[in-house]
């Protein structure tokens, strides 16, 4: 299972500073990225408050060939993943695992409360009519699951910088590409909830469950 060492080193700050969290409760999903304290006035006094991560602001292309922004995903609970459509390993594990949450999303009434966004690391392959075709091929209801293209250094950046998950060219990687095979579990203030493998039917199953903990659902 692949993942980005910023995001080990998110965990290991707070151990380093004599100061570990508290775990998670049963009911309760812990917050992802960097945190920043900063310093407010309350009832007259300055207090230090601790401002959570959220998702930066973002704007692609569809496969409709729509302008799809972190507008349409705000105040919905989304899964973020990351692909390519001519992608010969994992690639085809993750979509179809994103074609069995759909689905079981659609059985339990909760598609469109909850959305997916999978984004290409290869935009010069992946046009418009090529999402457009991947989409058909998994039967995605892309009124609320969105297969989005872009500048490559936006898409890279998203995947890096926002999701903190690992997106790059790379001559020894299959198809070129090297990019996470993680989910990303995203709360409706654009918060990072979890990380998941998508190749795995039990931890995607898990990000299931961890979902209806968002929606305040009974797993």
Request: glycine residues 6%; proline residues 5%; charged residues 25%.
């Amino acid at each position: 299972m692949q993942m980005d060492i910023r995001f080990l080193f998110l965990f290991l700050i707070p151990v380093l500073m004599g100061c570990e969290p508290d775990p998670p409760t049963s009911e309760e999903l812990p917050f992802y990225g960097p945190m920043e304290v900063v310093e407010r006035e309350l009832n007259g006094a300055s207090v230090l408050d601790t401002v959570l991560y959220t998702v930066p602001r973002f704007s692609f292309t569809n496969q409709d060939g729509e302008v799809i922004s972190h507008r349409d995903y705000e105040g919905h609970v989304y899964i973020a993943d990351f692909f390519f459509g001519n992608c010969p390993s994992i690639c085809p594990i993750l979509s179809s695992q994103l074609a069995r949450v759909q689905d079981r999303l659609k059985a339990d009434s909760l598609l469109g409360t909850v959305l997916i966004l999978s984004h290409t690391v290869d935009p010069t392959r992946d046009t418009v009519e090529a999402l457009r075709a991947y989409a058909d091929r998994l039967d995605a209801d892309t009124r609320y699951w969105n297969f989005v293209t872009g500048k490559k250094d936006a898409l890279y950046y998203q995947a890096e910088e926002g999701y903190l998950v690992t997106a790059f060219e790379s001559d020894t990687a299959a198809g070129g590409f090297f990019h996470t095979d993680q989910f990303a579990l995203i709360d409706e203030q654009m918060h990072i909830r979890g990380y998941y493998d998508g190749t795995s039917t039990i931890e995607v199953d898990s990000m299931y469950k961890d979902l209806l903990k968002l929606l305040n659902h009974t797993p």
